[in-house]
């Protein structure tokens, strides 16, 4: 098992920044590719980028490349989403998720563990 608890969600005004942490315990985080995934208000949940074990690869959806970067920390059990140039259009839920798949693998059935979500919301 792997737990995963996220932080640092909040409301931003468009053009700002936030970062996001996910706190990983259980199981070796170094073995799991790790991802964030978002859900905004009626609509499914989306793939936003995932990172490597090892965190020398990276994979980011096409909506936020450029604007954001994650990053992960094997040696705190740590991955953080760096969300710079934020948009209405990035409110939602975001989700920390853990796999045994790896970084190109962005359907949200292959993630086997989950966080509870942190609340992104960003004004025009």
């Known amino acids: 098992q792997v737990q995963l608890v996220e932080s640092g969600g909040g409301l931003v005004q468009t053009g700002g920044s936030l970062r996001l942490s996910c706190a990983a315990s259980?199981?070796?985080?170094?073995?799991?590719?790790m991802a964030w995934f978002r859900q905004a208000s009626g609509k499914e949940r989306e793939f936003v980028v995932s990172?490597?074990?090892?965190?020398?690869?990276?994979y980011y959806a096409d909506s936020v490349k450029g604007r954001f970067t994650i990053s992960r920390d094997n040696a705190k059990n740590t991955v953080y989403l760096q969300m710079n140039s934020l948009k209405p259009e990035d409110t939602a839920v975001y989700y920390c998720?853990?796999?045994?798949?790896?970084?190109?693998?962005?359907?949200?059935?292959?993630?086997?563990?989950w966080g509870q979500g942190t609340q992104v919301t960003v004004s025009s």
């Open positions: 259980g199981r070796r985080f170094s073995d799991y590719t």
């Open positions: 990172i490597k074990w090892s965190g020398d690869s990276t």
């Open positions: 998720a853990a796999s045994r798949f790896p970084i190109f693998v962005v359907v949200a059935n292959k993630y086997d563990y």
